[in-house]
């Protein structure tokens, strides 16, 4: 395996590379604007459905960027993935015409695995989390002439991953806050990084996945426990090096929400929006649920909703 | 009861009013390129995110301008329905701060009834079917000072429905054609006049709703059989006298799609796009896949996904 590249933040010229690099790849996904009154705010509430781009998720762009960058070896790219960034990397791969293998936790939904066998795609599923994957992937690659595609934390993810703050410049030019789920913290990075010196990007983690929290009290990036709701995709455990130099050069501290908010966001979006998003997906809307996140009258907030790869719609169970 | 006022089609100044008195209250709903390629054609293709409407469907627009144009006595509206026209009279009678009474069939879904009771109207579930509902509410409306707000064949419901199209005008103002499932035909009828002049606007129906194909062949509204996997929605079994007459002058012939098209595209919707819509809402997209519309290369067709009402995801039961 190549050893992974020195881990640093894209430039802007990055950032733009990679914008102009996916523009004939990735969907320009649509921003719907909703009454702030029915989430009780008197601010402008603004939705980025990044759900709905190729896979089912952002992580399509930092995927691509990756393989459209690097020189793949003939083996091929290797990932580890709660399921998002499998489906992404499968994709990649094939719209670059080379082979993937994919390690997925078994505690991911079986449709995620699924997806990304669709995509083409080598599937191993392992026994526990994330973490558990990463290592049973870096096991089978030491070996091999393959090239690694981090979930979250190298400079070619994060410009990827940034390209959908670039559009979100264009989109809502008047924005004051960006609102973002954050795991790993690749999208957070990407988007303040796109967004430097423009609206707020603020990263929201599960009270129960904080690893972008545990990272700024501990001085670096350290690994921790990872559980609720939506620890499918949320689950990072250790935040990435790059999203821990972003959030702490900015004095950034992550909005924290607990699960019943996430469920409540998932409901809003499926009952009020027609949106059916995934746990990790409505995580940064969650925030205006809680109150974690108070925008002020009359400012403009855009929350990504990031990801919909679920089969389970909030009430049909007990419809049915 | 009102008698019902005499059917005429809106004029352009009756659109254009409708769209400026409707932008307060409804969602401008999000446009998506996606790639044509992946359907199989050269043609740029552009979805319409109507299903993001609020209730759920395209339906919030003409009821809500119905109920804004008219002087609403003080017993309300009355509306017979199990689906997406209830929900609207129930959204838009709370918005107008007027009361609902929506007579449902035991037959319809009970989430149908409870997002009705949800948006704040009084809910009666009467014995038997559709046609059972509509006389329960005629009787309880016959001495009454109500407004009853006909599903698809009032001027001022066909003006909401436009509002859609001026809408598109200005978001796809490069559409060479336009795609939207016809039903009762209130949709195509306000759409077609919207932009008339602009781009071809087509009524898809599936093959076993096929009411304005009927009526066109018959030189008048007729009713006629309903059935198929989208009848919950697209079963009007008789099309509005407007709706014909906006085809019949233009020489329109409804595409039909068959069932297995509708299916299909739904599938299509939600694996590669994570857009959850009902059978109906997909209709318009099934004409892409069974090739009874090929768009030329190079041009631009616009397809309105218009109802998301479904507690159904494809292939979820197969994983749950």
New interface residues.
């Given amino acids: 395996m190549r050893a992974p590249d020195f881990v640093v933040s894209p430039s802007r010229d990055d950032l733009r590379a990679a914008a102009t690099r996916l523009a004939p790849h990735v969907?320009?996904?649509?921003?719907?604007?909703?009454d702030g009154g029915d989430l009780g705010t008197k601010a402008r509430v603004v939705l980025k459905?990044e759900?709905?781009q190729?896979t089912?998720s952002f992580k399509a762009r930092g995927a691509l960027n990756t393989l459209l960058t690097r020189s793949v070896p003939v083996g091929g790219v290797v990932a580890a993935s709660g399921g998002n960034h499998g489906a992404a990397v499968a994709w990649a791969a094939s719209r670059a015409g080379v082979p993937a293998q994919v390690f997925v936790p078994a505690t991911s939904p079986?449709?995620k695995a699924?997806r990304i066998a669709a995509y083409g795609a080598t599937v191993v599923v392992v026994d526990g989390y994330y973490p558990d994957a990463l290592a049973a992937s870096r096991e089978w690659a030491a070996d091999r002439q393959v090239t690694e595609v981090h979930a979250y934390d190298a400079s070619e993810v994060v410009a990827g991953q940034g390209s959908l703050g670039l559009e979100l410049a264009d989109q809502v030019p008047d924005a004051d806050q960006v609102l973002v789920s954050c795991g790993g913290g690749g999208l957070f990075a990407g988007v303040a990084l796109a967004l430097d010196g423009g609206p707020m990007v603020l990263p929201v983690e599960p009270e129960r996945c904080r690893t972008l929290h545990a990272a700024l009290a501990a001085g670096g990036p350290v690994q921790g426990e990872v559980g609720g709701v939506a620890a499918d995709s949320m689950g990072a455990a250790t935040a990435g090096r790059i999203a821990y130099e972003v959030a702490a050069s900015r004095g950034i501290t992550p909005p924290l929400v607990p699960d019943d908010a996430i469920v409540t966001a998932r409901e809003f979006l499926w009952?009020?929006?027609?949106?059916?998003a995934e746990p990790g997906g409505a995580t940064a809307f969650a925030s205006l649920f809680c109150g974690v996140v108070r925008p002020a009258a009359g400012t403009t907030v855009v929350v990504v909703v990031s990801g919909?790869?679920t089969?389970e719609?909030p009430?049909?169970t007990s419809?049915?």
């Fill in positions: 969907r320009r996904t649509p921003v719907m604007e909703i459905l759900l709905l190729h089912g079986p449709v699924r009952e009020r929006c027609r949106i059916l919909g790869n089969l719609i009430g049909a419809e049915a």
